[in-house]
């Protein structure tokens, strides 16, 4: 049992092909594990008999014959934030404890387009908003390398998920870092793809942009096959990103060129000190990507500090925009009663206003890194912090002033739509997980994750385990 737990997707779907094992198997195996590691917080929602029921289905398909998919039957994870037809989804709120929606949206649909069956709804905290993930009610979802401390947020069950090796992979979105600060945690890769890239139907409650789905996954050549899965456009997305000429596990595998890559480390949303072993990460991946044959250049921080407002602003206001049931206001947390009334308070144009002005300091960004290929920086400016390091239910503007000095680089990128990926190329003499980040022009997937893959090729990371792990 051990042994398929420690298969990557890739690795479980070959098993599959191979007639190695079954389906059956494989979601077995995930239940088993989600069930011992409960207290680690990963889900919030079991649905074993669902899972089961459709691992049968995919096992008597291939036993027909039938051409399936290459993640057909292999079990995953859903977070809690993406509606499910018939399947508990709470979004991270004890307000929704009880809603079971009767549609499910477009990533859904795709993993299960795919064959991929989930195993569960993955923790979130209330409508992924912070970036730690700590329910209310519920263990709070750790990192297995070290179980008091955070996964990160908000994809942060996924994370955990994935790290404790129940599923090979897991869907994640990804506002301003929820990806990404999970997998740096997490000891993971967690790609950020594209604004666009994937579609939000049908709510399309992001007018701004910022958020898109993503997954969290072990490798790098996985991340490129979650991508695949979950990308493209549907009919009345108001933007998409152009599709690109091969699939991204195939972009993943060829040799990205010499390649100039822009450097920095100076905070961008906060002033902060950044921990030592995550500069000793980034000075390891400037060596390497310069190893690799790579110009590696450094540059002035390229995000204006008047983004920070503006950013602020537009996320206040997306905060406001959950509903929240009659009746069950008095169950919502203190940190997104705080964003609420932030974002209630901001006018119609003065909303207009903020997401013009956002949309300018992005554009200086874009021109001012066209000259590079890629982007470096760390991706947190800390290790993974002991849970409730950050949360602050008494002062939820320390709580959010505490979020940004966490995680003061990765909201750049969903401001200007880049993609963005987080390698877990170091540990701290202790063994705690630490990433680096690197991020592309708009539409750039396959040159990222083609850097990425040559990068984890020549410092890999998939055999490291947590040593909790059994």
Same mark, same amino acid.
């Given at each position: ?24 198997? /494989? ?16 889900? &919030? ?57 009767? &549609? ?15 195993? *569960?709804?993955?923790?979130? +905290?209330?409508?992924? =908003?912070?970036?730690?993930?700590? +329910? ?10 070290? $179980?008091?401390?955070? !996964? ?23 506002? *301003? ?9 997490? %000891? /993971?890769?967690?790609?950020? $793809? ?7 139907? +049908? ?7 910022? %958020? ?32 690109? #000429? ?12 010499? /390649? ?25 991946? =400037? ?14 921080? $390229?995000? $204006? ?48 206003? !903020? ?84 991020? #592309? ?6 040159? /990222? ?10 410092? +890999? ?10």
């Amino acid at each position: 049992m051990a042994d398929l737990a420690d298969l990557d997707l890739h690795g479980q779907a070959a098993a599959l092909a191979a007639g190695e094992v079954s389906s059956v198997e /494989l979601v077995t195996t995930a239940l088993e594990r989600a069930e011992r590691y409960a207290a680690w917080g990963a889900f &919030v929602t079991m649905t074993p008999e669902l899972a089961l029921t459709e691992a049968r289905a995919a096992d008597q398909a291939r036993a027909r014959g039938e051409q399936v998919g290459p993640w057909h039957g292999v079990p995953t994870a859903i977070k809690d934030l993406n509606v499910t037809a018939g399947v508990r989804t709470t979004f991270g709120s004890a307000a929704y404890a009880d809603f079971v929606p009767d &549609v499910s949206d477009e990533v859904v649909l795709r993993l299960q387009r795919a064959g991929l069956v989930s195993i *569960g709804k993955t923790s979130t +905290p209330e409508f992924g =908003s912070p970036c730690y993930t700590e +329910p209310e009610g519920l263990p709070a979802a750790v990192t297995p390398w070290d $179980p008091t401390r955070m !996964a990160g947020g908000s994809s942060g069950g996924a994370g955990t998920a994935v790290a404790a090796r129940i599923v090979a992979a897991a869907q994640g979105s990804d506002g *301003g870092g929820s990806i990404r600060t999970p997998a740096s945690c997490c %000891g /993971l890769v967690g790609l950020k $793809p594209s604004r666009g890239r994937i579609s939000g139907s +049908p709510a399309y409650g992001d007018p701004i942009g910022l %958020g898109t789905p993503g997954a969290l996954t072990r490798t790098v050549a996985d991340a490129a096959a979650m991508l695949d899965v979950l990308a493209g456009p549907a009919i009345g997305d108001p933007f998409w990103a152009a599709p690109p #000429a091969e699939p991204f596990v195939d972009l993943a595998r060829r040799e990205p060129g010499r /390649l100039r890559v822009a450097r920095f480390s100076t905070p961008l949303i906060a002033e902060t000190e950044v921990h030592p072993e995550c500069l000793a990460a980034y000075d390891e991946a =400037s060596a390497l990507l310069a190893d690799l044959g790579h110009e590696v250049v450094d540059v002035p921080p $390229p995000l $204006p500090t008047e983004a920070v407002a503006d950013f602020e602003t537009c996320w206040a206001v997306l905060t406001a925009l959950s509903p929240v049931p009659p009746g069950r206001e008095d169950d919502i947390r203190p940190l997104t009663r705080w964003l609420s009334e932030r974002g209630r308070a901001v006018s119609g144009p003065e909303f207009g206003l !903020a997401i013009g002005a956002l949309r300018r300091h992005a554009a200086v960004t874009l021109r001012l890194l066209a000259p590079f290929d890629l982007v470096l920086t760390p991706t947190l400016a800390d290790v993974p912090l002991p849970v409730g390091a950050l949360r602050d239910d008494a002062d939820p503007a320390a709580d959010f002033a505490a979020q940004k000095r966490f995680t003061p680089w990765t909201s750049a990128w969903n401001v200007t739509g880049m993609p963005a990926i987080s390698l877990p190329l170091h540990e701290t003499p202790d063994g705690l997980p630490v990433g680096v980040m690197l991020a #592309a022009r708009p539409g750039e997937e396959g040159v /990222l994750l083609a850097a990425a893959a040559q990068v984890e090729a020549a410092a +890999p990371w998939v055999d490291r385990k947590p040593p909790a792990l059994t």
